[in-house]
């Protein structure tokens, strides 16, 4: 009989917005409960320092340059973490923490992906077992760090006993696939599939003091301009079709071309832009399932962008059939924060948490660094 382990996972997603925190229980295979889910928003203060920091840094160089303000900031998130941790544990007696940390910097090609969280210094807050740092082993093991989640979706997949081909999309601040054909061996297919909020948020950020675009409102308002969106996807189909990565990073996509439109044509273009690279992606990604109909479960902060929503399913093949996950009992704002608890169990017990087929390294491993009491 398998062991059950008590886990909080937390996840601070490329929005940079704040931290999903799940307790669960699983023993990092089937067994699965949820025990308590909260999100916890960052103040206006580490919110503006995150993302000033992360506009600074475009290169390994910029890391270097900007060492002083990453150590700062990175005390700060997992002093956030440690009172997100006592509080959501008030009641809770948990064995360990997975503990994602905040993405300021991912180049695939580079080989780096690092995420601002002490694990040492969370361990010695919370007197808990800590599991951190999830991409380095696959990263050191050939792999790009990204996308990790794919074995839990798997599992999703699987307990909602969903006829497969099954696929899952993430849209947070970057958007993922995970596509599901075989629960009997690792035959995962995963991918980033282009942007999710980021480019919205940005906008919404830069032109009002709204940190997202609330259910696609403003988005939905304004007009979409064919002749820069036109021009702003061949842009990117010509910097993009020389690269094979499986990952992507915020800083692979910018706002720039919509400058000069209204708040509600550049909100319009921007989500048209996202939804065309998505659905665009996904199409390359499916192309062998093109006559079998596939059901889409989309979770993340996106899957509350009604605009972004309906582009998506007008531009998709007609064989895919787009669902929220709620609809089947899945609570789309805390699968990633579920996820990195479920990965922390199967980090402990040495189990896979990446593979060849999501995130390219040289054989499925095993990760995240554990930090003992």
């Not at 740092?133 to 696959?138: K, T």
């Not at 839990?152 to 596509?179: D, Q, R, V, W």
């Not at 089947?328 to 593979?355: H, M, V």
Request: hydrophobic share 35%.
């Amino acid at each position: 009989m398998s062991k059950e382990y008590t886990c909080l996972g937390m996840m601070s997603g490329t929005s940079g917005d704040g931290v999903d925190a799940s307790i669960i229980q699983s023993d990092g295979l089937d067994k699965f409960t949820i025990l308590k889910e909260k999100y916890y928003q960052y103040d206006e203060n580490l919110f503006r320092e995150y993302h000033d920091l992360k506009k600074k840094i475009n290169s390994s160089n910029d890391l270097k340059k900007n060492s002083p303000l990453i150590k700062k900031l990175e005390n700060s998130i997992t002093i956030f973490h440690a009172k997100v941790v006592k509080d959501i544990t008030n009641k809770f007696d948990i064995d360990l923490i997975g503990f994602h940390g905040q993405t300021i910097y991912h180049n695939p090609q580079e080989k780096i992906s690092l995420q601002l969280g002490n694990g040492n210094l969370l361990s010695q807050l919370t007197r808990k077992k800590v599991v951190y740092d999830f991409r380095q082993n696959d990263i050191n093991n050939g792999g790009e760090g990204a996308p990790l989640t794919p074995i839990f979706h798997k599992y999703l997949i699987k307990s909602k006993k969903i006829e497969l081909p099954a696929c899952m999309l993430n849209i947070g601040g970057i958007s993922n696939l995970t596509l599901i054909h075989n629960l009997n061996n690792h035959e995962i297919k995963s991918e980033d599939v282009g942007p999710g909020n980021c480019l919205i948020n940005a906008w919404m950020q830069n032109h009002t003091n709204e940190k997202f675009d609330f259910n696609g409102r403003i988005s939905n308002m304004g007009k979409i301009n064919e002749i820069i969106l036109e021009q702003a996807l061949e842009t990117h189909e010509n910097n993009f079709q020389k690269r094979k990565n499986i990952s992507l990073d915020t800083n692979d996509f910018d706002i720039s071309f919509a400058r000069g439109l209204s708040l509600e044509d550049g909100a319009a273009t921007l989500t048209a832009f996202t939804a065309k690279i998505i659905t665009s992606k996904i199409s390359l990604l499916l192309r062998e399932y093109n006559n079998k109909k596939i059901k889409v479960l989309i979770c993340g902060g996106g899957r509350k962008n009604k605009s972004l929503l309906k582009l998506i399913e007008a531009n998709s093949n007609k064989n895919l059939f787009f669902f929220n996950s709620d609809d089947f009992g899945l609570n789309g704002d805390f699968i990633e924060s579920q996820a990195f608890a479920y990965l922390a169990i199967r980090s402990i017990l040495t189990l896979p948490i990446s593979f060849p087929s999501t995130t390219g390294c040289n054989s499925p491993c095993s990760g995240g660094k554990i930090i003992e009491i």
